[in-house]
């Protein structure tokens, strides 16, 4: 079984900064894509970003200009730094990750972040 376990999640000010961090239990190279969603309360899950094997990106409308994620296929670990966070930002975010192989989607636990003043 596919393990995702985030980190880096929390409580920021607006205007603040935040990198999460999710490793996988097997090889990045596994994995096409990995990435993250998030769901903030009473709202659907919906899409922050993906990138692919080779490095292609996948932003929500929200992420586009704040976010920027990146993957280390060799440490098995995709990251999401967030910069000008807003407060409707707040939400839990999930990592993501799909195997092509056998046609299987993974998620994380998730981890909170809050942005509040």
């Known amino acids: 079984q596919v393990e995702l376990v985030e980190s880096g999640g929390g409580v920021v000010q607006p205007g603040g900064s935040l990198t999460l961090s999710c490793v996988a239990s097997e090889s990045g190279f596994n994995f096409n894509p990995m990435g993250w969603f998030r769901q903030a309360p009473g709202k659907e899950r919906e899409l922050v970003a993906t990138m692919g094997v080779l490095g292609n990106t996948n932003y929500g409308d929200s992420a586009k200009g704040r976010f920027t994620i990146s993957r280390d296929n060799d440490k098995r670990t995709v990251y999401l730094q967030m910069v000008s966070l807003k407060p409707e930002d707040t939400a839990v975010y999930y990592c993501?990750?799909?195997?092509?192989?056998?046609?299987?989607?993974?998620w994380g636990q998730g981890t909170l972040v809050n942005v509040t003043s």
């Open positions: 993501y990750a799909r195997r092509p192989s056998r046609r299987a989607d993974y």
